[in-house]
């Protein structure tokens, strides 16, 4: 059963989220790499250490948002249903809109294509985000090939559960990188939704022919 935070708990997540929202306004006026975490800190109303405390590096202030999509993909391919498999386990996390794409209505679609596009400029701009997005998505297939490797009793030595994941993150990956190319190319939120879901759908359909059936779950 769920806990509700206490009061001590409920502060610590609302300074946590003022600093990391006030760092992505600032990165999104200037961009990351011209400003410093003391410039967070001020602006946050928070010491220098405080951030720290919260976030170990300056590129985790953008990427704070990260570790609940980790849980929630790894949640669904470890709680999926017995007789689903990985790969549709995978299929179904991977089409469902999440984000800016589970914004809807006018008002929000329009604040969806802002934050796209200011998204977009952010990363591309900066090699130290490049850089820890690749690191992030290294530990995304780590942790998928080890809850695969324990989810279907692999052996030690059997390479299949690190095929496995780095084929369904390349899909991950894929989709991210087409959303950036039609962000810059001035596709606005509620068509690049569909039009991802349906790239979605195509990638899916290739890998199926070969993981469709792989690791199915028993009762």
């Known amino acids: 059963m769920n806990v509700p935070p206490g009061l ?7 300074t ?9 306004r600032l ?28 976030f170990p ?5 953008f990427y704070s948002g990260l570790e609940a999509f980790e ?11 017995p007789g689903e498999t990985v790969f549709e386990a995978f299929a179904r996390f991977i089409v469902e809109p999440r984000g800016v794409f589970a914004m809807r209505g006018p008002d929000e679609a329009r604040e969806a294509t802002k934050l796209l596009r200011t998204t977009n400029r952010i990363i591309t701009e900066s090699p130290a985000l490049l850089a820890r997005e690749r690191q992030i998505f290294a530990r995304y ?6 809850l695969i490797a324990e989810d279907t009793g ?32 001035g596709v606005e939120a509620p068509e690049l939704r569909r039009a ?22 028993m009762t």
């Open 8 to 14: 001590r708990e409920r502060k610590k997540l609302r």
């Open 16 to 24: 946590r989220q003022q600093i990391a929202d006030t760092a992505r």
């Open 27 to 54: 990165f999104g006026q200037r961009g990351f790499e011209a400003v410093t975490v003391a410039e967070v800190a001020r602006a946050a109303e928070v010491s220098e250490a405080t951030v720290f405390n919260y």
């Open 57 to 61: 590096t300056k590129e985790d202030l």
């Open 71 to 81: 849980e929630e993909l790894l949640s669904a391919i470890r709680d999926r249903v």
């Open 141 to 146: 297939t780590a942790s998928l090939t080890e």
């Open 154 to 185: 692999a052996p030690e030595d059997d390479a299949t559960p690190a095929v496995v994941a780095a084929a369904l993150m390349g899909v991950h990956r894929a989709l991210i990188d087409y959303v950036r190319r039609r962000t810059a190319a």
């Open 196 to 217: 991802t879901r349906r790239q979605a759908r195509r990638a899916i359909g290739v890998l199926e022919e070969g993981l469709g059936g792989y690791g199915r779950k």
